[in-house]
């Protein structure tokens, strides 16, 4: 029978561990959401991403810029809010208004503040194996396994897309000392992803396609993570075809409900820890 990953239990218990942290800090760790766009699903984002901060004693601020403001003002702000001595933690919504430059963007954010680890300075350590902030669905990705027991030192895991947010970090985290698996990344040049997901222990579909990975490309034995978020027909759903996945191979986590969770769970991690390289601690 399918083991079925439940991400919302799994974040329950890293919100525990990051309220009893924060109740012993000496000042409240603080966050800032930067949000550019008029977008409801990045309006929805910051929302639970906020309201998740405030259920921990994390204090929680949304900056709102006009979408039309341009890529001075943007960055203005951003400038603003790493030199504010109240704030530790920087996110920056994606995405951004066409015309702003993304990576100038996110490059503007203080590393010691960049808990997203969007910042070119933490995915550099992350590459060197000497971690940070590690961006949060990665991060996310591999408690969540840990927790539910799957072995990922010497594991095979074959990761489906490789974008910036979570295929290029989640394999340098996978691949580091810390964890030690074996990692192949396929994307849009690979020849046959199935030959590849085929013979995987460990299957994570991150390409944003709407139920890509299938049943007849994942064996029996594979525990396959579902990073992708797809709205069709007013419905939210994953990367994976999971009613037929689900019915064959050893672990899945849902959609929604799996991956979601942890990834939210992992900014609050990462903000507390911002917060303690500055001294909360103190």
């Known amino acids: 029978m399918t083991d079925i990953i439940e991400g919302d239990e799994i974040a329950g218990r890293v919100r525990d561990e990051v309220t009893n942290e924060v109740d012993r800090m000496v000042r409240t760790p603080k966050l800032v959401a930067v949000l550019m766009t008029d977008d409801p699903a990045s309006e929805t984002y910051v929302r639970m991403k906020r309201q998740a901060a405030d259920e921990v004693g994390i204090d929680s601020e949304t900056v709102r810029i006009e979408p039309d403001a341009g890529q001075d003002e943007l960055l203005s702000t951003v400038e603003e809010l790493n030199d504010n001595e109240d704030v530790d933690g ?38 060197e194996g000497r971690p940070r902030f590690v961006p949060a669905t990665p991060k996310g990705v591999v408690r969540m396994l840990r927790e539910h027991g799957v072995e990922l030192e010497g594991a095979d895991v074959t990761v489906v897309g490789r974008s910036d947010i979570v295929g290029k970090p989640l394999a340098s985290l996978l691949v580091s000392r810390d964890v030690n698996a074996t990692v192949t990344v396929c994307h849009s040049r690979t020849d046959d992803v199935a030959e590849h997901t085929r013979t995987a222990d460990i299957v994570v579909a991150a390409v944003g396609v709407p139920g890509f990975v299938t049943a007849d490309m994942v064996s029996e034995d594979a525990v396959v993570v579902d990073v992708g978020i797809n709205r069709v027909d007013d419905e939210l759903v994953g990367d994976v075809a999971y009613d037929e996945v689900s019915e064959k191979v050893d672990a899945i986590t849902p959609v929604p409900g799996g991956v979601g969770p942890m990834t939210v769970a992992a900014l609050l991690r990462n903000t507390v820890e911002a917060a303690r390289l500055r001294g909360a601690d103190d």
């Open 90 to 127: 920087i996110l920056v919504q994606l995405p951004l208004p066409d015309g702003v430059d993304e990576d100038r963007a996110l490059g503007t954010v203080a590393p010691e503040k960049d808990v997203d680890g969007f910042h070119p300075y933490n995915k550099g350590l992350l590459m």
